[in-house]
C-alpha cells in the first residue's frame, strides 16, 4: 500500500513538475486543520513529508492561519505548536488578518508563481483550490499523508497550453529567461543600476571662484590707444644754439 502510494505521489509530482515548473524543495502552507489532523494521526511532518514526496520539502504557514490558532484557544492548542515551527511567509494581511483559509487562497492567487502546495482538511478550501490551476493539493486521510490527483480544471488548462490557446506561468518565465539571456530584455538588475543615481557632492570646477578677465596688452586696440603723439621739433641753425650756450644770461 506504502509503495502504491509513492508511486502516485511520484507521478503526480511529475505532471506538476513538468507542466507548471514545481520543484525542490516543496513549499508546502500548511492550514490549522491539517496540523490538527496530523497530532491526532501521530504523524511526524519534518521526517514524513520528505520521505513521502521523496525531496526536500519546506513547512510554511502564514500569520493567519497562527491568529487564527490563538484565537480559538486550548482545543487547538497542540496545532498551533505545530504550526509554529514552520517557516512564516508573508501575506498581504499585515494589518488586519483574515481566516487561515482565505488567506491561504490569496497565497495562491495569480497562477501560483513561489509553487506552493495546499495542506488542508478544510473541504470548502480545498474545493476552491482545485478551481485553480496548477496548485497541488494534500491532506491526510486514515493517519497517511496523500497528494492528490491533478483536478480537472488544471488537466484543462494543460491541455488548453499544448493546443496553443494559452500560455503557463511556467513557460512565460522561461520566456523571459530566454529573452534576458539573449539580451533582448533588460532584466530587473540593469533597471534598477538605471535607477539608482549615485549622490555625489558638487563638481569641484563649479566651486572654483570666477578669474577676472585680463586685458591682452598686446591687443592692437591698447597699443593704438597707448600711443601718444610725436611733436617734431624743427632744426634750429647751429649759430644760434651755440649763441644760447655762451650767453646764457643775456
Known amino acids: 500500500m506504502?509503495?502504491?502510494?509513492q508511486k502516485h505521489a511520484k507521478k503526480h509530482l511529475g505532471f506538476f513538475r513538468n507542466n507548471f515548473g514545481v520543484r525542490e524543495p516543496y513549499q508546502i502552507l500548511l492550514d490549522g486543520t491539517f496540523c490538527q489532523a496530523a497530532l491526532r494521526g501521530r504523524i511526524q511532518l519534518r521526517e514524513q513529508l520528505p520521505r513521502y514526496l521523496m525531496g526536500e520539502t519546506q513547512l510554511?504557514?502564514?500569520?493567519?492561519?497562527?491568529?487564527?490558532?490563538?484565537?480559538?484557544?486550548?482545543?487547538?492548542?497542540?496545532?498551533?505548536?505545530?504550526?509554529?515551527?514552520?517557516q512564516v511567509r508573508n501575506c498581504p494581511h499585515f494589518k488586519?488578518?483574515?481566516s487561515g483559509s482565505d488567506c491561504l487562497l490569496s497565497m495562491v492567487e495569480e497562477g501560483n508563481p513561489h509553487h506552493y502546495f495546499v495542506?488542508?482538511?478544510?473541504?470548502?478550501?480545498?474545493?476552491?483550490?482545485?478551481?485553480?490551476?496548477?496548485?497541488?493539493?494534500?491532506?491526510?486521510?486514515?493517519?497517511?499523508?496523500?497528494?492528490?490527483?491533478?483536478?480537472?480544471?488544471?488537466i484543462a488548462f494543460v491541455k488548453a497550453v499544448e493546443l496553443g490557446q494559452l500560455v503557463s506561468v511556467h513557460e512565460k518565465e522561461s520566456i523571459k529567461q530566454l529573452k534576458e539571456e539573449q539580451g533582448l530584455v533588460k532584466n530587473s538588475e540593469q533597471r534598477r543600476r538605471k535607477k539608482r543615481k549615485k549622490i555625489s557632492g558638487p563638481n569641484p570646477l563649479s566651486c572654483l571662484k570666477k578669474k577676472k578677465k585680463v586685458q591682452d596688452t598686446k591687443s592692437p586696440a591698447s597699443e593704438k590707444k597707448r600711443k601718444r603723439k610725436r611733436i617734431r621739433i624743427r632744426n634750429r641753425p647751429t649759430s644760434a644754439?651755440?649763441?644760447e650756450k655762451q650767453n646764457p644770461e643775456g
Open 60 to 86: 510554511c504557514t502564514t500569520r493567519c492561519v497562527l491568529k487564527e490558532l490563538e484565537t480559538l484557544g486550548k482545543d487547538l492548542y497542540g496545532a498551533k505548536l505545530i504550526a509554529q515551527k514552520c
Open 2 to 5: 506504502k509503495i502504491t502510494r
Open 119 to 154: 495542506a488542508t482538511q478544510d473541504q470548502n478550501l480545498s474545493v476552491k483550490v482545485k478551481k485553480k490551476p496548477g496548485i497541488p493539493l494534500m491532506f491526510i486521510i486514515q493517519n497517511t499523508i496523500v497528494l492528490d490527483k491533478p483536478s480537472p480544471k488544471t
Open 241 to 243: 644754439v651755440l649763441s
Open 96 to 98: 488586519n488578518a483574515v
